[in-house]
T-cell receptor, first 115, second 112 residues
Framework: GAGVSQSPRYKVAKRGQDVALRCDPI?????LFWYQQALGQGPEFLTYFQNEAQLDKSGLPSDRFFAERPEGSVSTLKIQRTQQEDSAVYLC?????????????FGPGTRLLVL | TQLLEQSPQFLSIQEGENLTVYCNSS?????LQWYRQEPGEGPVLLVTVVTGGEVKKLKRLTFQFGDARKDSSLHITAAQPGDTGLYLC????????????FGSGTQLTVLP
């Protein structure tokens, strides 16, 4: 299929370890978003890329979180020195630039568990 | 902090019943979307409403955007077990960088 893919689907990390989560957006999609979804909650915005430019990172909870999209396609969300409160599902979404009411297509998410 | 409040948080009904889910905010949104999410998957867009007072129908689902563009509702007629899932509303603010602000979600279970 040509949807958004994420890897790994599941990740278990010991507290203090670094993790890297990958997102492959739909080919040709300019915009890429990362969201964090805690258990039983709606997703919360983390950061936004337009091509390779990170235009908004206001949702990143701390400087342990870092995201990049160096060639304007695949993106990686890195979490350094993971803490238990980082346990959540990390969702990636991509979209074309269509203005108001554009559709974001979500991947299946990476479920991170920090022990 | 979630700017969109959804109610109810949980809803369990019998097949064939009708239901309404509400999404309320003190903020004005340029558009509002409804998503459905199943376990282990990402949210899937159901509808986008843009104009205040707009009503959209998708088979047995009816979506309404409030006149002031601060609230919305989702009504399901004759619910079926296949409607089971997490329903999320999400707003896009005027001038924002296209990020979605999600509600806290309504977990719907339709029992056969």
């Amino acid at each position: 299929g040509a949807g958004v893919s994420q890897s790994p689907r599941y990740k278990v990390a010991k507290r203090g370890q670094d993790v890297a989560l990958r997102c492959d957006p739909i080919s040709g999609h300019v915009s890429l978003f990362w969201y964090q979804q805690a258990l039983g909650q709606g997703p919360e915005f983390l950061t936004y890329f337009q091509n390779e430019a990170q235009l908004d990172k206001s949702g990143l909870p701390s400087d342990r979180f870092f995201a990049e999209r160096p060639e304007g396609s695949v993106s990686t969300l890195k979490i350094q020195r993971t803490q238990q409160e980082d346990s959540a599902v990390y969702l990636c979404a991509s979209s074309t630039l269509t203005g108001r009411g554009e559709t974001q297509y979500f991947g299946p998410g990476t479920r991170l568990l920090v022990l | 902090t979630q700017l969109l409040e959804q109610s109810p948080q949980f809803l369990s009904i019998q097949e064939g019943e009708n239901l309404t889910v509400y999404c309320n905010s003190s903020s004005v949104f340029s558009s509002l979307q409804w998503y459905r999410q199943e376990p282990g998957e990402g949210p899937v867009l159901l509808v986008t409403v843009v104009t205040g007072g707009e009503v959209k129908k998708l088979k047995r689902l009816t979506f309404q955007f409030g006149d002031a563009r601060k609230d919305s509702s989702l009504h399901i007629t004759a619910a079926q077990p296949g409607d089971t899932g997490l329903y999320l509303c999400a707003g896009i603010s005027s001038g924002s960088a296209r990020q979605l602000t999600f509600g806290s979600g309504t977990q719907l279970t339709v029992l056969p």
